[in-house]
T-cell receptor, first 112, second 115 residues
């Protein structure tokens, strides 16, 4: 999985609680992305980062925030989880000079 | 707006037969196209890409894809399917409206290869 780890791999949480998902990469890639995967929707971009402290919104960013204080870590936070945020979350990186992205193993989040 | 469509939710093929998974795209400018595969409970794996050049692109695991500009298509193909090819396949296009490398994905096609 391209040297990308995600934690936790599985999480069950209750509606209204905050949740933080972590993406860690070991190869100093500048670009990192958070997607969610839902049946019938493919992957949809939540937020992305193009450097330390440089982040921007994707197409489904409502209810999510991100932070990147170090090159290797990209955090996704659900400030107050809702059942509609039950999904599988994938982190990805884009190597410099390439166009394709490489994905981590994913985090399965269930909000009850 | 850039978009990509995979018209089939599922494709069924017998082992040993050729397979095709369809993808069409809509972009302004030159298309940069990708195929990914996802096995159960795994992340997406990059298979191949079309950036420029030869319309037939070869990728991992014996897969290839044919870029057709006039039909705005980028179909994934393999001459002889294996049961182990059964997985979820995604087509994607680079969002050319920015320089941030964002990909836009299709909804996915499940490939079922039967023995």
């Amino acid at each position: 999985d391209a040297g990308i780890t995600q934690s936790p791999r599985h999480k069950v949480t209750e509606t209204g609680t905050p949740v933080t998902l972590r993406c860690h990469q070991t190869e100093n890639h500048r670009y990192m992305y958070w997607y969610r995967q839902d049946p019938g929707h493919g992957l949809r971009l939540i937020h992305y980062s193009y450097g330390v402290k440089d982040t921007d919104k994707g197409e489904v960013s409502d209810g999510y925030s991100v932070s990147r204080s170090k090159t290797e870590d990209f955090l996704l936070t659900l400030e107050s989880a809702t059942s509609s945020q039950t999904s599988v979350y994938f982190c990805a990186i884009k190597p410099a000079g390439e166009f394709e992205q490489y994905f981590g193993p994913g985090t399965r989040l269930t909000v009850t | 707006a850039q978009s990509v469509a995979q018209p089939e939710d599922q494709v069924n093929v017998a082992e040993g037969n050729p397979l095709t998974v369809k993808c069409t795209y809509s972009v302004s400018g030159n298309p940069y196209l990708f195929w990914y595969v996802q096995y159960p409970n795994r992340g997406l794996q990059f298979l191949l890409k079309y950036i420029t050049g030869d319309n037939l692109v070869k990728g991992s695991y014996g897969f290839e894809a044919e870029f057709n500009k006039s039909q705005t298509s980028f179909h994934l193909k393999k001459p002889s399917a294996l049961v182990s090819d059964s997985a979820l396949y995604f087509c994607a296009v680079l969002d050319g409206s920015s320089n941030t490398g964002k990909l836009i994905f299709g909804q996915g096609t499940t490939l079922q290869v039967k023995p």
